[in-house]
């Protein structure tokens, strides 16, 4: 086996084995999109890396049998600089030991990664193969975030509170959502899942904003006149780019007060927002949610199928230090 960089002569190869490792993940879960189904998808963005001396491929008798890159991402989850893999940017050909080749193309990246002062590295694995997630838990990663989808389906909802009000919010109930805004940015900051919030506090000129486009929808529970929880959604935000295809509505924020929990309040916001997907010819729902987060993964796994697992692993940044005197092997 030999190891190099993309050359324009490998982009072929590369881009027909993204093709048919997407094609494995969408027999296995048939509700994703078609999207990546289109070779020429892959063609144009994998002509992008040509000669980047970080994309390596692992080359077996003249033809591509693997290979991985990454993003940099400047301050990823901490303040160190990162890397991530997304799965149209790692792959292992049919016929090879993928534990063997995936490890193989992990030393080699991961080298060129941390001699970019990348310490952070993250890759994101479609669950249909489950060698494949396996062989990077071995390699020292461990579980982030979980993206998920479900078909547009009602929920069958025992024993509804018609005390509860639930609709589509308009600009004016936003002023009065600012402790669910917070609520649920304290909560995802907690322990035990750490989110880090890096943006503003400026929660109702934001949400007054994206409101105004079209397909931005917020759905809330009120009783009482009080806004106990929230929904929001869209067709322009979604996490993997598989899926990016019109057809998805993505759930990108959701959160109900502690102390109405257990009156099926997100199964109801999920089922009305469910309704106006169906009115708009969308195919399914997806959303993504920090596998710590104890109480979101409790809902999101009872109603949502998981699709793609992203994995982190952290490196002793320390080793730069060392970094000039190692070489591939």
């Known amino acids: 086996m030999e190891y190099t960089y993309l050359k324009n002569y490998h982009v072929k190869e590369v881009a027909n084995i993204i093709l048919a490792n997407y094609k494995k993940a969408r027999l296995a879960m048939p509700i994703l999109s078609d999207k990546y189904e289109n070779i020429e998808v892959h063609l144009k963005e994998i002509e992008k890396y040509v000669d980047n001396k970080n994309f390596v491929v ?72 489950k060698r494949v997630i396996d062989t990077w838990v071995m390699n020292g990663f461990g579980m982030l975030v979980v993206d998920a989808v479900r078909p547009l389906e009602k929920i069958d909802i025992p024993n509804i509170n018609n005390n509860i009000l639930i609709k589509k919010a308009d600009i004016r109930d936003i002023i009065n959502m600012e402790h669910l805004f917070k609520g649920i940015n304290k909560h995802l900051s907690s322990s035990p899942i750490y989110l880090y919030n890096s943006t503003s506090e400026n929660y109702i000129d934001e949400y007054r904003e994206w409101i105004k486009t079209e397909g931005n929808n917020l759905w809330i529970a009120e009783i009482n006149n009080k806004i106990i929880g929230y929904l929001k959604t869209n067709t322009t935000e979604i996490n993997m780019d598989e899926l990016d295809d019109n057809c998805t509505m993505g759930i990108n924020g959701a959160y ?13 916001l999920l089922n009305i927002a469910t309704d106006w997907a169906i009115e708009n010819g969308l195919k399914r729902c997806a959303t993504d949610f920090e596998s710590a987060n104890i109480e979101g993964r409790g809902f999101w796994l009872k109603y949502f199928t998981p699709y793609c697992y992203s994995m982190i692993r952290r490196v002793d940044e320390r080793n730069h230090l060392n970094i000039s005197n190692q070489g591939n092997k």
């Not at 109900?256 to 109801?268: D, K, T």
């Open 256 to 268: 109900v007060l502690p102390e109405y929990r257990g009156n099926h309040i997100m199964a109801r």
């Open 58 to 129: 692992a080359i077996d008798s003249g033809k591509v049998a693997g290979f991985i890159n990454g993003f940099i991402i400047n301050e990823f989850k901490g303040t160190a600089k990162g890397v991530l893999s997304i799965p149209s940017l790692h792959g292992v050909a049919d016929g090879y030991d993928k534990k063997y080749l995936y490890s193989e193309l992990y030393r080699r990246v991961s080298h060129l990664w941390v001699g970019l002062d990348c310490y952070t590295h993250g890759v994101m694995v479609y669950l249909n193969d």
